[in-house]
């Protein structure tokens, strides 16, 4: 097994479903909570840099396995789990730690699940922030409306098939040391290699949500990074998107793959959010 480097609780969701939840936590006082929500397919693992790099600034970094996760094929019946999956962890963090506020670091689909939290729920106070990487309102690989369309019905009467989808594993960072721990992790199944039909589809449904939501619902200060040569989430359909957004800070990565937190540049990125959340 590959050491993450963090502290490791498991913890019951609502519905009785037990979930490892990992805290790359500083020595002394708290002074936020960085509540990290991985992509499709991905685990903590994926926020391993970060919480390492966060640790050692003072910072504490906090990362559940979503459900459907640490698993062969990655799978959950309807994304709203998802949201009351976190909204629940969020509860679960907020009273852990009293009067410590809370940033959310979101990366890829977890950027759609930091969205939905955001326009659909009413959030604590607590919540300050919203920190996004390669947000994935639209696929970089476009699909037809036939296969949209069919995929609705495939969901619908298989959920748990696979969808047939590209290798991706190299186009997620150029970082050759951390592209080759990621992939050992999918190949171990920490990452999932499989991703299902029902997922796969919960993903378009919430794609076409967040397109369709009135603006003035994204009411929390946003900080995106956009990934220039990303090959999964469509770089300039998120640029454009946010563009509308007054409280949203870009920064352009025009090099990078898909994940920001683990390319290259990291630490100028890390850097960069430890800036923004505290101003």
């Known amino acids: 097994m590959i050491d993450l480097q963090s502290s490791v609780e498991t913890y019951t969701l609502l519905d009785g479903l037990e979930r490892e939840i990992h ?63 976190m909204m629940f962890t969020i509860d679960k963090l907020l009273a852990d730690f009293p009067d410590v506020p809370m940033y959310i670091i979101s990366h890829s689909m977890g950027t759609l699940l930091a969205m939905r939290l955001m326009t659909t729920r009413t959030l604590p106070d607590r919540v300050k922030k919203i920190v996004m990487s390669s947000p994935y309102i639209e696929n970089a690989v476009k699909i037809s409306p036939f296969v949209v369309k069919i995929s609705g019905l495939l969901s619908t009467l298989f959920p748990r098939l696979k969808t047939p989808v590209d290798d991706i594993s190299n186009l997620v960072t150029k970082d050759q040391e951390v592209s080759e721990l990621l992939i050992e992790a ?29 603006k003035d619902r994204f009411n929390l200060p946003m900080l995106a990074f956009i990934a220039g040569d990303d090959h999964i989430a469509d770089a300039p359909h998120a640029e454009e998107f946010f563009s509308q957004m007054p409280a949203v800070d870009m920064v352009l990565q025009p090099d ?24």
């Open 23 to 85: 805290y790359w936590k500083p020595e002394g006082e708290i002074k936020e909570i960085l509540l990290g929500l991985h992509g499709a397919m991905a685990h903590p693992i994926d926020f391993m840099q970060m919480g390492i790099y966060m640790r050692s600034k003072g910072h504490m970094l906090v990362v559940p396995t979503l459900r459907g996760h640490h698993q062969k094929r990655a799978h959950v019946d309807n994304f709203e789990l998802f949201v009351d999956d």
């Open 186 to 214: 999918t190949e171990q199944e920490i990452r999932s290699p499989e991703i299902s039909m029902r997922l796969g589809r919960e993903l378009l449904n919430s794609q076409n949500m967040i397109r369709g939501m009135d």
């Open 256 to 279: 990078n793959y898909h994940d920001n937190f683990n390319e290259r540049n990291r630490k100028e990125t890390f850097d960069k959010i430890i800036e923004w959340i505290s101003s």
